[in-house]
């Protein structure tokens, strides 16, 4: 059975017996509570009766006293013993006398038919002048009154029927307003299932509902999937182009060790070098293709320590590697920094790394503070970079100078990376660049 059947069904069986239990309540209750007020009424009756005919013994003949008592639309009867006949009968309407003596020694109130009318039937000890005890029975007609009972049942039947309707009707829009959106996530899904594209829901206007927080988790499932999907697409690309040089300059490199390696000395050990330097190339390459193709949140291992000491370990590493004068600009401040120490040294030695092979001259390396920022700028003197590249450097195999980076191995891929890192703590990097000046980097962390 499909859900919205199930849904039509359980609505409408469980709407159909809560209306059962409150109706029938109903019912009952005024059905007690009208034959409860009604017997009291005769049986109140009955006993003023009986007083009457007590305190009159002996005065005025019962036949003459009980009239005065006549219900409009009843009987009084006196009955002297358990025999059928003789009874002493008041009554305007013969039809009553019909129904059968009910000699009772104790009070008590019945409910009797006849010919399709409802009498109510009150029964009282009584002493006759002889001393004989007899029963006094009040019979009162209360087929108008019960009557109310007929139309309360065919108000109750209304009722129900108008409140089920509707009921029923709700029950359905509720049940297609919550398997539209269990629809829609089928129909994309299958879409996705058969197109191979990556879809997502409309979501119509915003609600706190547990269905559209489905559908918001949906698309965000389904933009994880995308973006995972793609980064394998970015770096099967990367790959087969940035791959292809170093192997073609392999490939060149070992034919020609085939060739002429044995009979040329120079040109074996120049070929073994040029292997060698492409193979470190590719291994270098293919490890920051991997960083840039992992997931995207940067798993961070933050402590605090003092900014100038981490920079100043990088300029050091830096300056004996390369035999360049990497310096302060001016004295460092003291400043705390939360970050993690070993991305944060590598963003440096990303950005070190840059403006040696794009300068010769000295570099700077300053530190600064605001309220609420940490700035490490590293400033060279060297070639610069036009404005028109500025906005595109972050970008991965993105070349300013496409032959000086071949030339100095560099792989397009270093301030993605750092870029990526410093986003990760909150921070960003910034580019100011003269071409035929040089170029500062800055480094903005937050220092809370």
């Known amino acids: 059975m499909k859900m919205r059947w199930k849904i039509y069904l359980f609505s409408t069986v469980w709407l159909v017996v809560v209306m059962l239990v409150v109706c029938l309540s109903i019912y009952t209750l005024f059905e007690n509570e009208l034959t409860e007020r009604e017997e009291d009424r005769v049986a109140q009756q009955t006993e003023q009766v009986a007083e009457a005919l007590q305190t009159s013994s002996g005065t005025v003949p019962p036949r003459q ?21 003789g009874p002493l009968v008041v009554t305007k309407d013969r039809t009553i006398a019909d129904l059968p003596l009910l000699y009772a020694t104790e009070q008590r109130t019945v409910i009797r038919r006849l010919e399709g009318e409802t009498y109510l039937t009150s029964t009282f000890p009584i002493l006759t002048d002889s001393g004989a005890i007899a029963t006094l029975e009040v019979t009162e007609n209360v087929s108008d009154t019960f009557a109310l009972l007929d139309i309360l049942r065919l108000v109750l039947w209304i009722a129900g029927f108008a409140v089920l309707v509707p009921s029923v009707i709700a029950g359905k829009l509720l049940g297609d307003l919550i398997l539209k959106p269990i629809h829609s996530f089928t129909r994309t899904m299958e879409n996705i299932q058969h197109e191979g594209q990556f879809q997502r829901l409309h979501l119509e206007g915003k609600s706190k509902d547990e269905l559209y927080q489905l559908g918001i988790t949906f698309n965000h499932m389904m933009t994880m999937l995308e973006e995972n999907y793609y980064k394998q697409e970015q770096f099967v690309s990367d790959a087969s182009h940035e791959l292809k040089t170093p192997l073609t300059a392999i490939e060149s490199y070992a034919t020609l060790l085939k060739r002429w390696g044995m009979k040329k000395p120079e040109v074996l050990e120049e070929s073994v070098d040029a292997i060698y330097a492409e193979a470190l190339r590719m291994r270098e390459m293919t490890q920051q293709m991997l960083e840039l193709a992992s997931d995207g949140n940067q798993r961070l291992d933050k402590a605090s320590f003092q900014a100038a000491d981490l920079i100043e370990e990088s300029m050091k590493t830096m300056r004996r590697a390369y035999e360049r004068s990497i310096e302060w600009q001016a004295t460092p401040p003291e400043v705390t920094v939360l970050a993690d120490a070993s991305k944060l040294k590598q963003v440096l030695f990303i950005l070190l790394d840059n403006a040696i092979k794009f300068s010769d001259t000295k570099i700077e390396v300053a530190l600064s503070e605001t309220n609420s920022h940490l700035g490490i700028a590293i400033n060279d003197h060297g070639v610069g970079i036009p404005d028109e590249d500025i906005a595109h450097v972050f970008e991965r195999f993105y070349r300013v100078d496409k032959a000086r980076s071949r030339k100095t191995g560099g792989t397009g891929l270093g301030l993605s990376i750092a870029q990526r890192i410093i986003a990760a703590h909150g921070g960003h990097i910034d580019v100011q660049s003269t071409q035929g000046e040089g170029t500062t980097f800055t480094i903005w962390l937050p220092t809370e």
């Open 65 to 85: 006293l009980l009239p005065a008592y006549l219900p409009a639309d009843g009987m009084i009867r006196v009955i002297e013993g358990e025999q059928d006949g």
